[in-house]
């Protein structure tokens, strides 16, 4: 019987060590994976209870992977990781090998091979039209992901603020839809995991930086997707947000530092005046509050000076441009990250892709604080962003307020918004650089806003597929919809497209289907989108345009080789085109085409109906 008891104490003894000493495991390493001949140093982030007490090497050795140096974080459950790749190295699957001891542990990554090709590869020019996309409300096109065993928030279509089912099976099956349209590119709102326990279907809550959210596929899906839009000719722009996390992050519990995040004594929001970055009188503290304070409860503020994490956002977005193949990131909320490391983010990933294209959203009224943002201007202060392309809100502004205003027009009013906008051009480095919308996912439909008059939203289309910049449209606005409570807010105007639900009484992605006003807008839009496409005088000729009070507006859009004149008549009444008036250009031109019907068009004594539009082309 002693002998027994002693048996039994001995094996709870072993038990009992075996508990205070779990079995370690590495539970995230990130990247996820890297490549040789890359630009960007490799710096490995790598989460597991306690691995701040272990030595880390690479295996195998003399292949030109190796540890540089090791830094360890505030809480012991990470450490950073330099490893250098040298240009000549043997790619292939390496060994992380963890030891503390006689402890050892093994972990599996891999260092791919480089495709061909792919640090030139291009990006989202002028001559793209750019669709926007929120995957949960586009197309459901696979039912069995609608809600994961590891996602919070359930399917409720019925609950216009609440997940509807879309997904990227969705998007591809209707990408046939999309260039048909003539779209050439598609921004799709994040399709990273956002798992809040609340409204999470908009996607800019992150809970995981490297995962796509289960509910609308997986990584290999999104990969898939990219592939599928290039054989279309389709470019793919992800949409990110490194200025804040969720709170539902694997991180936030346990963060690497603890100035990972920004941390109040007390909840703070932004003040949500990013025009303290530029202004000489601000306070110091306005500043602060503008990019520490958090955009919501659910969504942490980054601190972007953390070098490391500065670092990790670097890798992140190499990562997913040299994973999937994408061709270009609009980045959310763009001012409200601390500006100097969004400087050196966007250089760093410049640098990797020279043809990078990256957008930032800076959601101001003001010419100059907008033109601010963009890389390369001529800043009192010598601040340069290094970010390429902005999005036109002063101009998406005007269009909407014009198509409010169809009376005669007058001083500020009508048309002479959209001329008094342009005429600030000079202030801009890059006017190829900027992205010309009448709205987006954020702002109400411009089919509310035209009150469903398709005269109205053919004005809003010619201005987008004539004016300089890179145009975008949200989706359904080609087919003029509207929200279904505009004073419910997002969630009401971000509708689901008819026919991408098995059980919807239409579908609206086939054109047989489109009657009305839909099909007058459709067509329209996708006859001068089509015709754009294949337009330099559009996609980087030279504008010139004529003032007038009468809620009319002419110009044209020129190069050494053709000329394009566009004149909208958003009044009540008939107007007769003042030919002679724009003798700077028309003087030799008199007989050209009419791009929407082709047919040929004298322009001497040419009338244009009321709320509409004439857009001729001609050959010099």
Known sequence: MK???????????????????????????????????????????????????????????????????VHKADSPNYIFVDVVVAEDAVAGDYTLRFTNGRRKYDYTYTIASRQEGSAERESFTTADFVYLIMPDRFANGNPENDNTYDTIERV?????????????????????????????????????????????????????????????????????????????????IVDIVPNHSSTTHWWYNDLPFEDWVHKWDSYTQSNWTFSVNMDFNASKSDLYQMESGWFDRSMADMNLDNPYLLNYFKQWAVWWIEYSGLDGFRVDTYPYNEKMPMSQWCKAVMEEYPNFNIVGEVWTSSIPQLAYWQ?????????????????????????????????????????????????????????????????????????????????????????????????????????????????????????DFPGGWEDDKINLFDRANHKGDQKEVFDYTRKLMQWRKSKEVIHSGRTLHFIDRDNTYAYFRYNEREVVFVYINNSNAEREIPWSRYAELSADLTVGRDVVTGEEVDMRGKRVAPMSTLVVEFSR
């Open 156 to 236: 409720e279509r019925k609950n216009p603020g609440r997940r509807h089912g879309g997904d990227i099976e969705g998007i591809i099956a209707h990408l046939d839809y999309i260039a048909d349209l003539g779209a050439t590119a598609i921004w799709s709102t994040p399709l990273l995991l956002d798992d809040e326990n609340g409204p999470s279907y908009h996607g800019y809550s992150c809970s995981d930086y490297y995962r796509i959210d289960p509910r609308y596929g997986s990584n290999e899906l999104f990969k898939t997707y990219v592939e599928e839009c290039h054989k279309r000719d389709l470019k793919v």
């Open 3 to 69: 002998r027994v008891l002693t048996l039994v104490m001995l094996i709870a003894a072993v038990a009992s060590a075996s508990a205070a000493k779990p079995k370690f495991e590495i539970k995230h390493v990130e990247p996820l994976s890297w490549w040789v001949g890359m630009n960007t140093p490799l710096q490995l982030m790598i989460n597991a209870e306690g691995v701040a007490n272990y030595n880390v090497d690479i295996l195998p050795e003399g292949q030109g992977v190796k540890v540089a140096a």
């Open 375 to 495: 890389g390369g201007n001529a800043n009192k202060d010598g601040f340069d962003s290094h970010l390429k392309s902005i999005m036109d809100f002063p101009l998406h502004d005007a269009i909407r307020a014009a198509m409010t205003e169809s009376g005669d027009g007058g001083w500020g009013q009508g048309m002479t918004r959209i001329y008094d906008v342009l005429s600030h051009d000079f202030v801009y480095h890059d006017l190829s650089n900027m992205m010309i919308m009448a709205g987006n996912h954020d702002t109400d439909r411009i089919g509310d806003v035209c009150e469903g008059d398709p005269k109205r939203m053919k004005i809003v289309v010619t201005l987008l597929a004539t004016l300089r910049g890179m145009p975008q449209m949200l989706y359904g606005d080609e087919l003029m919809f509207r929200s279904t409570d505009r004073s419910k807010g997002h969630p009401t105007l971000r509708v």
